[in-house]
């Protein structure tokens, strides 16, 4: 009995501690649910946009590709001069316009009359026999008959058959389209009038057009009255909106996705026009459902119709660009937030009461953290050794192969050259262009002979088999001659012999040290101190230059430094870098010579070529 409520009354300590966990965790999950909302509907929205901007670029592709087809008409009749309509005829049936481009419905030619020369024009507006063949109508009469001060005539229309009717008809007695026309002769520029084009042919208003004026030639065009004086008529195009835009629906993915178009106006700014009340030019689903705001993705994008400004209106429900799986993911977010977070405080809890396991379990990793510590020192000593043994393996095959380029390469160059020079020799007198060939070859193989040079002392100095001393003054003067700063040799004892891997460390510290002068240093006068004294070598690289930055030691991917004090480390030697802001820096190494010294042997290779 004691033992049941001794139970009884733990559950009970610990229903209030698991109630407030689970309610933390549902909090949780709900931010989890949110958040997975949010990135989906954002995501979709992204795709949505994607999707509208490239319908918007498949528009303005379109509209360039038919204005490029109307400059190509312009053109043609400004090369021609005189188009008579078999040439326009046979010119747009080359066009092949119903399956090259598809939404164009005709190519027209409406002819500048003046109220001044309409007489004459109407006399001469009659088809030849040639013209009746191609469908034209014989006697075609100016409509409306309205007198006027400006006429826009068709005269020339292709296919003709589907409009034949609009023979004779005056394209500008509509006040915007005149307007249009007017702006377009007197600037030389494309015009567009915005007003939807009528025809029994295509649904009403689903059709525009395009205009450019064309000129006499051999006129000048300077001014709008010089334009006005030379324009002799307009060259267009008809088209339809729907089968243009309706391509570029089929960019976007979904097929519930709504495009409205309209036209807001002249971009040009004219002041003299009215304003205008945009026009609606297409609506991919007038009578599409009704849905409230908060359910559409919605988005403006501006297209540029030669001058004037239309609005694509893009919108399609949300649901449309939700995956099966994105129904389910914020709920799966929210199920793994309350699950990971009540497990999570279930742990805390678990571990808070806990206490002495914790200490145990951090005793035993601080053991583990000793012993790994031991094992990583045996590693990097494993690898100071091996570096070492590496670096030594580096200069043992530069020194190999600047003997073989040496042995081979070198004498065989010699030899080569010898002959040469004899073959120039012989042929001083008797044969002057073989002579002159011979001369050229002869440089070549100095110059060669030059670049193996180079490349053995790349590899491994020569100098370095007559000493340390000699190694160090040479490399000294070809810094003075590669840098031209001062650069002072202090040396204390003339003749330094040590072993050759003692040396090389020397000369690779020296070569170094002057190379980060020579980069960083911004110095003028650069001093090398080289004694031994009581069994140690010691060298002493200082400058006047303007310090080393604190930072720069432990730079990423600067090794300079670093593989300074490791060569120094490897020979048990001791090295020391100071520096100080604007008063230069100074390189300190210093390496026991007890088991180091060396006689210097006869049998020292002498690479010079």
């Not at 977010?333 to 002495?356: K, Y």
Request: charged share 20%.
């Amino acid at each position: 009995m004691a033992a049941f409520l001794g139970a009884k009354q733990l559950i009970s300590r610990a229903r209030p501690v698991l109630s407030a966990g689970v309610l933390l965790s549902l909090g949780i999950g709900g931010v989890f649910y949110w958040a997975a909302s949010q990135t989906i509907e954002y995501d979709a929205g992204e795709r949505f946009l994607h999707q509208a901007q490239n319908a918007q670029y498949n528009i303005n592709s379109r509209i360039n590709a038919y204005t490029d087809v109307l400059r190509g008409a312009a053109s043609y009749f400004h090369a021609a001069g005189q188009v008579d309509r078999a040439s326009f005829h046979r010119y747009v049936s080359g066009l092949d316009i119903e399956h090259q481009f598809p939404a164009l419905d005709n190519i027209n030619y409406a002819q500048y009359v003046t109220a001044a020369s309409r007489a004459a024009f109407e006399r001469s507006l009659r088809a030849g026999p040639a013209e009746t063949a191609l469908g034209y109508p014989e006697r075609p009469a100016l409509s409306p008959p309205e007198p006027r001060a400006e006429y826009w005539v068709l005269t020339m229309i292709e296919p003709l058959a589907e409009f034949r009717e609009k023979i004779g008809r005056d394209i500008g007695f509509r006040a915007p389209v005149a307007r249009a026309l007017a702006q377009g002769r007197d600037h030389g520029s494309l015009s567009a009038s915005g007003t939807p084009i009528d025809s029994v042919h295509q649904p009403a208003g689903a059709g525009l057009a395009l205009r450019l004026p064309v000129y006499r030639n051999g006129l000048p065009l300077t001014t709008a009255e010089e334009r006005r004086d030379a324009c002799i008529g307009s060259v267009g195009i008809g088209f339809s909106v729907p089968r243009l835009v309706q391509a570029a629906l089929e960019q976007i993915q979904v097929r519930d996705a709504r495009l409205v178009l309209y036209d807001s106006g002249d971009t040009h700014g004219n002041t003299q026009q009215p304003q205008q009340q945009p026009v609606r030019l297409f609506d991919s689903q007038p009578h599409g459902p009704a849905l409230r705001p908060g359910d559409l993705f919605n988005v403006v994008l501006p297209i540029d119709f030669n001058g004037r400004h239309w609005n694509a209106y893009f919108s399609a429900p949300k649901a449309s660009w939700y995956s099966r799986f994105d129904t389910w993911l914020p709920w799966l977010a929210m199920g793994c937030g309350f699950t990971g977070s009540l497990l999570f405080f279930l742990l805390f809890h678990t571990l808070s009461s806990s206490r002495m396991r914790a200490v145990k379990m951090a005793k035993e990793m601080t053991r583990e953290l000793r012993n790994s510590q031991a094992r990583l020192q045996q590693s990097h000593l494993r690898l100071r050794r091996l570096a070492a043994h590496a670096d030594q393996i580096k200069e043992q095959e530069r020194k190999r192969i600047a003997r073989e380029i040496h042995d081979d390469l070198g004498q065989n160059l010699l030899v080569l050259r010898i002959d040469v020079d004899m073959l120039c020799t012989r042929t001083r007198h008797r044969h002057p262009r073989l002579h002159a060939r011979a001369q050229h070859m002869l440089g070549q193989i100095d110059r060669t002979i030059k670049s193996v040079r180079h490349i053995i002392n790349d590899l491994r100095p020569t100098v370095l088999d007559l000493g340390l001393n000699a190694a160090v003054e040479w490399q000294i003067a070809q810094f003075r001659q590669r840098s031209g700063m001062v650069c002072e040799l202090v040396e204390h004892q003339p003749d330094i012999r040590i072993d050759d891997h003692c040396a090389t460390a020397f000369f690779r510290v020296l070569q170094e040290s002057l190379s980060n002068i020579l980069q960083h240093a911004n110095a003028s006068l650069v001093r090398v101190d080289l004694r031994q004294d009581d069994g140690m070598l010691s060298m002493t690289i200082s400058d006047n230059g303007v310090g080393l930055p604190h930072a720069s030691r432990h730079k990423a991917g600067s090794f300079g430094l670093v593989g300074i004090e490791e060569r120094i480390s490897l020979l048990g030697g001791r090295c020391a870098i100071t520096s100080s802001p604007n008063g230069g820096t100074t390189v300190a190494i210093a390496v026991p010579l007890s088991k180091r010294a060396a006689p210097a042997t006869d049998d020292q290779l002498d690479f010079a070529v």
